[in-house]
């Protein structure tokens, strides 16, 4: 099972969006795809049209009562499950710091799902706590989805240092450019002449796009009702990069 996580100490800059689509280009190129939704306000399960959980807890997740596997929802698309997220998943940090051995908290607790999946698509909260530091460990690929703008790059930056920190360095951090809008000229210089931190970047960014705001509306991925759209095709491309 290959692990993605979707992470940033950002909020608002595309991660969901680019968790439930890289999730569901996995499952259309075949893979058996679980979506593991660790945010509180359960975005992710939602595009999907699935419902949160009722009365998940993240100190009986962490302290191995849940029973996860029991909570996993199929969605309307083949081959792409759910595991929801819950307002029970506010205090993550603390519960993950609380245990014996936080770093491989989420490690220890994903393990069970390569039985079943080969690919686990990881959409974080927003935030750099023990959560943040757990899934950098658990996951192959660190996806930070990365707005063209200097106060994104900060972020950026400020997230290599917690994994130098942190010693996780065996995880891959790839950032990414996200919600590019070109007819701005500090996003298209950029893109066009991109700063060393992006050096390693995918050559797909994903541009601003209605298609992708609609996702709210269709609550789906955008492929499965745009799919001729640029963002579908951006989205394609991304997976292909990274898998
Ligand atoms: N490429 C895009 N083009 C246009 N709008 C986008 C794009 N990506 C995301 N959005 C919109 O921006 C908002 C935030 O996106 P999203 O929820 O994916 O970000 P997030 O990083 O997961 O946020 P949070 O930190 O709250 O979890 C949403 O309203 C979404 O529809
Ligand atoms: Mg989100």
Redesign the pocket.
């Known amino acids: 099972m290959k692990t993605y996580a979707i992470y ?1 100490l ?9 968790a439930v689509n890289l999730a569901y280009e996995a499952a259309a190129a075949g893979k058996h795809v679980l979506l593991w939704d660790l ?1 509180p ?1 359960g ?1 992710a399960s939602w595009y999907l049209g699935v419902d949160s959980s009722p009365e998940m807890s993240a100190k009986r997740i962490v302290s191995g009562k849940e029973a996860l596997g029991r909570h996993v929802q199929a969605t309307e698309h083949d081959r792409l499950s759910v595991l929801p997220g819950d307002r029970g998943y506010r205090d993550w940090d603390a519960q993950i710091h609380a245990a014996k051995q936080p770093r491989k908290v989420l490690e220890s607790l994903i393990e069970p799902f390569s039985e079943s999946y080969s690919v686990l698509v990881l ?1 974080c ?2 935030g750099i706590g023990a959560l943040a530091t757990s899934v950098l460990r658990a996951a192959d690929r660190v996806l930070v ?1 990365t707005v063209p703008t200097p106060l994104s790059l900060r972020a950026l930056d400020e997230v290599l240092e917690h994994v130098d920190d942190k010693k996780v360095g065996k995880t891959r951090v790839t950032p990414f450019f ?2 590019a809008d070109r007819r701005r000229k500090m996003h298209r210089e950029m893109i066009e002449s991109p700063p060393d931190i992006m050096k390693k970047a995918p050559k797909t960014f ?5 298609h ?2 609609q ?2 509306a269709h609550r789906a991925p955008v492929r499965a009702f745009a799919p001729r759209s640029r ?1 579908a095709a951006q989205y394609k491309a991304l997976y292909k990069e990274i898998r």
Not at 10 to 18: E, L
Not at 206 to 210: A, E, K, Q
Request: charged share 20%; proline share 10%; aromatic share 4%.
């Open positions: 940033s950002k909020g608002g800059v595309g991660k969901t969006a680019a945010d306000q975005a959409d909260p927003p989805p996200s919600m994903i541009d601003y796009s209605t992708v705001e996702m709210g963002a």
